[in-house]
């Protein structure tokens, strides 16, 4: 397959920065594989996006509990010296933590004290993107360290030094392709999605062989007509009979007129896939069509926008999809990460499944071999002209572009079944608008602004064995931040306003707060280091929520008094 970029001619692989390849590090894949499974089963380690391959964002570590959370007070705190959105989550493993931050830095830092070992600066050639220079971290693999850029690069590093190993064009920026996604690394290749969903780009999912940065596989998550095409079943409703407001005998009408809209169709991947390997699948979840709001252009269902995907981690061949929403005019992207699961199907049989939360006020749950539907949760954010197309003199809609649960990743506590989710209730005023594309340039085909009053957040636990509420508890600020669940019985989460959060696992309940130096919009994780359950978490704020800016990453641990108290 490393005959790939001949027969493409893609720029990515002409762009391989192989300066370096005689000085490089020796790489094994099934060594660097045996290692991540081995640092997935210590508890005390956090070494990849979601803590694990299905992206649960459970720790196994109990010492902090709804007891003595209270004590919870921080340690240490790291600063980078860039005052910007961030959205990192820390990797913890072998010993030392490793983070970016926006404009792609990456830091190696000591756990137990917060000092740096080493920074890395990533220079850009152009910066075009979505929502700010952003990044949500990095991914260990074989001894290396690998960051997707804003300018739509990724680039391997010597995780003993910081030194760059390798550096490649995954798509033409300027054209609007850029990433901020932890890419997933599993099978001797990074696995890492494009996005350009708001500037109609054709997006997709690369894996690139983790050892030399060449392509092996692209997966475009807009079919072209000889790929199946992206008019889909022009779906008029889901399972649930809930109606997408479609006049679907005009979009049959009109899709001879727009023949090639899939061309620039978007379906960002913003997000870290989930991982099964005893199926050899990846989860990916795929975002809006292009262009958002105006979907006069583009008939049809818009396959693979707003979709769950099971890709072939070896071909990057789709083995099944699900569609959430169909022909979206609302910015209704799955945007969190796919979380894997074990549920109870309705004839009581324990089937392993995915589920996938978003910005509507649904979570699915998927049976994780077929794409089957096994349920749809109830709804746990209020809505107002849920499915009301936009119009050209306006229409408040909730969820909005940012309600329901945005990017933040949720946290499943397999001992329960319940999913932990931070969301949004945020009206937001949609007008649609025609307008033409141009290269490089945002495109939603209208706009969202937010309605005046009425935003705010939640914290919820969803039984995914029933899809029933288990409880909620509302915040003051919207949450742009995700959660983490502990075996402690304790589930933490970012606020806006300047604080780190827990909440009883069962009850919902806050029991603590800590302060921060500035919005905390980004997820938390916990590790151990000398008996020392910590709990790590970036304060940079956020710009969607306009919530205080900083450099920060926080530590907090119980003082020795308080550790073991029940």
Known sequence: MLGLCAAVAL???????????HDRPAFDARQADAAQVKAIQDSAEWPTYGRDFANTRYSPLSQIT???VASLAAVWVHRSGIPHSSESNPLVAGGMMYVSSALNHVFAIDPHTGQSRWEYAHVYNTTVDCCGPINKGVT??????????????????????GRKLWDVKAGDNEAGYHMTGAPLAVDGKIITGVSGGEQGCRCYVDAFDAATGALVWRWYTVPSPAEGGWWGTWRAKDEWGTSFSRDIARERADSAKYPDSWQTGGGPAWQHPAYDASLGLIFVNVGNPAPDLDGSGRPGDNLYTDCVVALDVKTGKVRWYYQLVSHDLWDYDPSPPPVLVDVRDASGKTVPAVAQAGKVPWVYVLDR??????????????TKNLFTPPSDTGIIIMPGTLGGTDWSPTA???????????????????????????RGAQWWGGSVTGAPTGTSGLITAIDLNTGKVAWQTPTTMPLLSGVTVTAGGVVFAGLSDDKLAAYDAHSGRQLWTGAAPAGVNAPPISYMIDGVQYIAVAATGAMNVNSHRGDALLAYALPAAARGTR
């Open 369 to 382: 071999r077929t794409g089957k539907p096994i349920r749809r949760s109830d709804a746990y954010v209020p």
């Open 11 to 21: 720029s990515s692989c002409r762009a391989l920065d192989r300066s370096d390849a």
């Open 140 to 161: 260990l693999y074989g001894g290396r360290v690998f960051m997707a850029t804003a300018d739509a690069r990724v680039v391997a590093l010597d995780a003993r030094t």
């Open 412 to 438: 499943y506590d397999p001992r329960t079944g319940w999913l932990y989710l931070a969301s949004n209730i945020i009206p937001m005023l949609y007008k649609k608008s025609s307008e033409p594309l141009k």
């Open 66 to 68: 709804p007891a003595n």
